[in-house]
């Protein structure tokens, strides 16, 4: 039985979770913090990544920092940045934990009503986490693809969710034979990471992110059809906000107008960050409004 002190599965706010998810989430990024600070220190003067094939932008960098090509980390301040995804994938898997064991009855969100989802949605910002961390640690070829498909990943979820919160159903063999649509979104999401993987030097990043943006802008539009409540659209507005203070961060970093080459302040590292609580957002926007009538 649910007691009244406890939060309803559809609240959004971070504060209303119990206090030992907040602690095992912060303990876990110590721990895996205190790892990478581990190797750094045991690599510090060896190019542990010498023999591996390079990045384009280990030579030619498109990015401020400067890069230690005989560091573990070639570059510091975008490496570690990183871990804002990390920190959003382990709050979303621990949203999507807690939905599983919490009743739901009378719920009308669909993300609360699916825990899988919060799930899948947890792993795939792990997941950028983790390749960009890998790309910017290291300037590989292996790396800069992690990277790029990776990026998607978040974002095909965010468009899975927004389906399959109107088509929660999928009636097969004329109707004989039901699923959760979840289950069929989850399998194309996971193929269309691997051929993005795949054929990552043989598309463009730009018009995939493109595309992908516009889905999930338009799908975002839709909601609107129908009452939205308020703390979705703050949601909505912080998502937006945050995402276009990234955009700006990057292409003055690009343009070499953020800050020095020495600097912690990198304008790459402001947008991992700020692009990493955009999505953040984006969940508790999904989290927040009502799904079913």
């Known amino acids: 039985m649910r007691r009244a002190t406890d939060t309803l599965p559809y609240e959004p706010t971070l504060f209303r979770l119990p206090n030992r998810i907040h602690i095992l989430v912060w303990t876990i990024l110590l721990g895996l913090s205190l790892a990478l600070l581990g190797l750094s220190k045991n690599y510090a003067e060896r190019n542990v990544w010498g023999n591996w094939k390079e990045s384009n932008n280990l030579r030619n960098s498109q990015y401020a920092e400067r890069i230690q090509i ?13 871990l804002s995804y990390v920190i959003v994938g382990f709050y979303c898997i621990a949203f999507g934990w807690r939905d599983f064991s919490t009743s739901k009855s009378g719920t009308v969100n669909y993300l609360t009503r699916t825990p899988a989802m919060s799930l899948l949605f947890g792993v795939a910002c792990c997941l950028l986490g983790f390749s960009s961390g890998f790309f910017h640690t ?156």
């Open 70 to 82: 005989e560091s573990f980390f070639r570059t510091q301040a975008n490496a570690w940045s990183n």
């Open 138 to 293: 290291s300037l590989t070829r292996l790396g800069q693809q992690l990277d790029v498909a990776s990026m998607y990943g978040p974002l095909l979820v965010l468009i899975a969710i927004s389906l399959g919160s109107r088509v929660p159903k999928l009636k097969l063999f004329k109707g004989r034979f039901v699923i959760s649509s979840w289950v069929f979104l989850a399998v194309i999401i996971v193929v269309a990471e691997v051929l993005f993987y795949r054929y990552k030097w043989s598309m463009s990043s730009t018009v995939v992110m493109a595309t992908l943006l516009q889905l999930t802008s338009g799908l975002t539009l839709l909601d609107f059809l129908r009452p939205i409540q308020k703390k979705s659209i703050i949601c909505l507005i912080a998502a937006v906000l945050t995402l276009v203070a990234g955009v700006i961060c990057r292409q003055l970093d690009v343009a070499g107008r953020f800050s020095g080459p020495d600097t912690w302040l990198q304008g790459h590292s402001f947008w991992h960050v700020l692009t990493a609580a955009s999505l953040g957002f984006m969940y508790l926007y999904h989290r927040a409004k009502q799904d079913r009538d």
